[in-house]
């Protein structure tokens, strides 16, 4: 074994050998892999292989999508059978709303590229000639779809990789991890010591062992999933002697299982409630092809109702009961991307479709390593989507929970409640008193919406479904009460949130923020530090506030930062609360090493209140003696302010678009101003609102968020940020060069606002496909209804050539398609008159 490498990955299972693979692919030669027993030993070795293109998620859909290409392309390559099956995959619809989720994923393949085709449930049964169709509403199709043969697809990848120069080095196990004073790492092994530039974790089941060598938490614990064999059945055998094709893949969703043909027979593969997670401290050292025993009374109510569907699975018996680990994060989705906090460290952990994931993952890992970014935007799988909350415990009821909801229906107001409440700011109890319904970001509770006092929905009001996985509302509030129905509609909470929406904008609202992520800039070299990271100019004057951005180094958009100039050389930094790993970690690698700069993360430190509507001022000055006019409190500047006896750092701005104040306080301080606020406000009727009120707002003002309209994948000028890019900054800023490049290339897409004509019970969400003379145009990235307005919006990205105020196109809304018309970019007080008034 050589002392030393540009790359060393630890993990020989499938997405370990692919992430060697493609950094071959990408010219990095000097490669090695260890693997501390024999490839595909771990939990590659028990997966059933199976290929579904079906996610939710837009990272995650553009991994698997990759993948399925590529792994036919790699057989072609080394020439070795990976074994792939490309037989189709069903997912079966018994219910209304569940075929509402396959139509609204439906925009997701269709943005993405990937085919997808409805099913009446008589082309169901011609393709699945055993299925039983009664009470079905119908299917989708994914003609690409498949499976594969775990252990000889990682071996073709080994094949390839070491044909390329890399280097693997099985029944080496890794036995400590230092890293040097210049980044660089220096890998104990058994075999000996290997030093690398970089170094990347696909340990698997071991991640959290593999993360204590290093100080790092990986927020990955490891579920038991079992999925079973049968013997053959006559009807299959005598299909395959007739030449007739493999039926292909069936998922019942609502009934939680995916079935395929398995040597004449059929395996089932069920996602219970119930399963427990494993290897919570890790496997044992010696652990190598490992299963664990089996438990069926967990399954019944699965096998039950595959029996009902398909009746030949209860006409043979079991031959085998597979009960093996599948990694899982707390979101189900794998975590790709840098380690927070270590440089030169680069994680491929947490995978639960493995199989599927694991071409795709590698790809955009080798990409981000050799050329210093993905070509994917990957924030929904990068690794500091989760921070120092998500511990042990928090995990072990997380993990459990995203496993026992693979099937249930992902609506995209669902809010999940294990391991909640975990984050809450003072005024939690406060808020929920006055009604709210609460969700959650980073761990953190905040209110989405406010209930009448009493209310709660009946099964009347909820019309589950007679299926198996029938839940859709969120969860109870304390008492029992169930007060939201989850749906892809408009649900029973919509004319609420409309009520909380006019409210503000007729007189006054108060809105907790306190999740969002806050920081200190300070030191001699911290106005030209921000002037190299950000796009835009950063605030002059002691006092000012800006927005500006930090651009990726290909010229995309990576994060969104309010910047409040407190002092010479002093500044205060608010982004995003769901990025507040993500965003921190790129400021303190990127941090010059002279120590000319201090950066202090300040998020729980400090609480934040927006008190916005036309009232707000009159609110406000009862509890203040610094003048809130106008004159005096211009937009887009900040002071330090008393309220009452408390203190506050006061920012004019907002993101729903009134006259307003963000109030930035000390958190201990936060119940005794909320108090304050409540009671100074009395008399204009001030009233909480939520999160899905300030939503609607921002939609009627066009502002944009990080990984939806803002992202790497579109530059920052397709985004829309012309006044917040300045090409013409004296100084150099991180992406400038390219971005004046792309420029010069042309772009792809144009940042648009919608207007949805005749639409009735259902908005745009995001990701919704828009159209022109039938011809796909764009996407949409956000979406719903504008109470200020009184219209149906999307905000959007499409061909520039389409984006011309008063164009007319098609947005396709779960499964219509409906006019929208392109209108001018922030539809409610376009010119910001209340803002400044």
């Not at 049968?230 to 079935?259: K, N």
């Not at 459990?400 to 109890?429: G, I, M, Q, W």
């Amino acid at each position: 074994m050589k002392s030393t490498a540009r790359v060393v990955v630890i993990g020989g299972g499938v997405v370990g050998v692919s992430t060697l693979y493609h950094l071959a692919r990408k010219g990095w030669k000097d490669v090695m892999l260890l693997e501390r027993r024999e490839l595909t030993s771990g939990s590659t070795w028990h997966a059933a292989g199976l290929l579904p293109l079906f996610n939710m998620s837009y990272s995650v859909g553009k991994l698997h999508q990759y993948s399925v290409r590529f792994y036919q392309e790699l057989e072609e390559e080394t020439g070795q059978n990976v074994g792939f099956s490309k037989v189709s995959n069903i997912r079966l619809a018994n219910c209304d709303y569940r075929m509402d989720e396959y139509k609204f994923y439906y925009g997701v393949g269709k943005t993405v590229g990937v085919k997808v085709d409805f099913l009446s449930p008589e082309e169901v049964k011609a393709i699945w000639p055993l299925c039983n169709t009664d009470g079905l509403v119908g299917a989708i199709r994914h003609p690409e779809d498949g499976y594969i043969q775990p252990a000889d697809l990682t071996q073709a990848l080994a094949k390839g990789a070491r044909d390329r120069g890399a280097e693997i080095h099985r029944f080496t196990t890794v036995t400590g991890i230092e890293q040097q004073s210049d980044s660089t790492w220096r890998v104990k092994t058994d075999k000996g010591e290997v030093s690398c530039e970089h170094l990347v974790f696909c340990t698997g089941n071991f991640a959290r062992k593999t993360g204590e060598m290093v100080g790092l938490n990986i927020p990955v614990i490891p579920v038991e999933h079992q999925f079973i064999v049968t013997e053959p059945h006559p009807e299959i055998q005598a299909r395959h002697s007739r030449g007739e094709p493999e039926m292909g893949v069936l998922r019942e969703s609502d009934a939680g299982y995916y079935l395929r043909e398995e040597a004449g027979g059929l395996l089932l593969g069920p996602y219970e409630k119930g399963a427990p997670c494993c290897y919570v401290d890790g496997p044992a050292s010696d652990s190598e092809y490992e299963l664990f025993g089996e438990d069926l009374d967990r399954l019944m109510p699965h096998l039950n109702a595959c029996m009902e569907r398909v009746p030949a699975f209860g006409e043979v018996g079991i031959k085998t009961v597979y009960n093996g680990a599948i990694a899982y994060t707390p979101d189900g989705n794998p975590i790709v991307g840098p380690a927070p906090g270590l440089k030169n460290l680069w994680l491929n952990e947490g995978h639960s479709f493995g199989i599927t994931a694991a071409g795709g993952a590698g790809w955009q890992l080798a990409e981000w390593m050799v050329e210093g970014e993905p070509t994917v935007d990957m924030m929904g799988v990068d690794p500091r989507r989760f921070g120092p909350y998500a511990t042990r415990g928090y995990l072990r009821h997380k993990n459990e929970e995203a496993y026992s909801n693979v099937f249930t229906t992902h609506y995209p107001d669902e809010e999940r409640s294990a391991a909640r409440p975990l984050k809450t700011s003072p005024c939690y109890d406060r808020m929920k008193a006055l009604g709210a319904v609460f969700g959650t970001v980073y761990g953190w509770e905040r209110p989405n919406w406010f209930a009448p006092v009493d209310y709660q929905l009946d099964e009347e009001d909820l019309a589950k479904a007679d299926v198996l996985l029938n839940k859709n509302h969120s969860s109870p509030l304390d008492d029992g009460r169930i007060v939201e129905k989850n749906s892809f509609r408009r649900s029973n909470y919509f004319e609420y949130v409309g009520r909380e929406c006019l409210h503000v904008s007729s007189k006054v609202g108060l809105l907790d923020m306190s999740a969002f992520a806050k920081c200190t800039v300070g030191g001699p070299g911290a106005e030209v530090w921000l002037e190299y990271l950000f796009a835009n100019r950063i605030p002059k004057t002691v006092g000012r506030v800006g927005l500006c951005h930090m651009l990726s180094k290909n010229g995309g958009v990576r994060a969104e930062f309010t910047v409040f100039k407190t002092a010479p050389q002093h500044y205060y930094l608010v982004s995003a609360g769901a990025f507040e790993c993500h965003d921190f970690d790129y400021l303190d690698k990127l941090k010059p090493m002279d120590g000319s700069v201090d950066l202090q993360k300040m998020t729980t430190q400090r609480g934040v209140f927006v008190v916005a509507g036309p009232r707000s001022r009159e609110v406000l000055q009862k509890l203040t003696d610094v003048d809130l006019s106008t004159k005096a409190f211009p937009w887009l500047t900040g002071q330090v302010i008393n309220v009452g006896y408390a203190q506050a750092h006061a920012l004019r701005v907002n993101f729903i678009g009134e006259l307003g104040w963000e109030l930035h306080h000390p958190i201990e301080m936060q119940n005794y101003i909320f108090d304050r606020l409540m009671e100074a406000g009395a008399e204009f009727d001030i009233k909480p609102f939520g999160i899905r009120a300030m939503d609607s707002m921002r939609l009627e003002k066009s502002y944009r968020l990080i990984a939806r309209e803002m992202s790497i994948e579109y530059s920052a000028f397709e985004s829309g940020l012309d006044r917040f890019v300045r090409l013409d900054k004296e100084n150099d800023f991180i992406g400038k060069q390219a971005l004046a490049r792309w420029k010069d290339r042309g772009f792809d897409n144009a940042f648009v606002t919608l207007e949805v004509h005749r639409i009735k019970d259902a908005d745009a969400r995001g990701s919704e496909a828009i159209y022109k003379d039938g011809a796909l145009v764009g996407r949409a990235t956000s979406g719903g209804y504008g109470w200020r307005t009184g219209k149906s919006l999307a905000l959007g990205l499409v061909k520039p050539a389409f984006s011309d105020i008063g164009t007319e196109l098609e947005i396709e809304i779960l499964g219509e398609r409906y006019q929208a018309t392109v209108i001018e970019e922030s539809p409610f007080d376009s010119r910001n008159a209340l803002l400044r008034d």
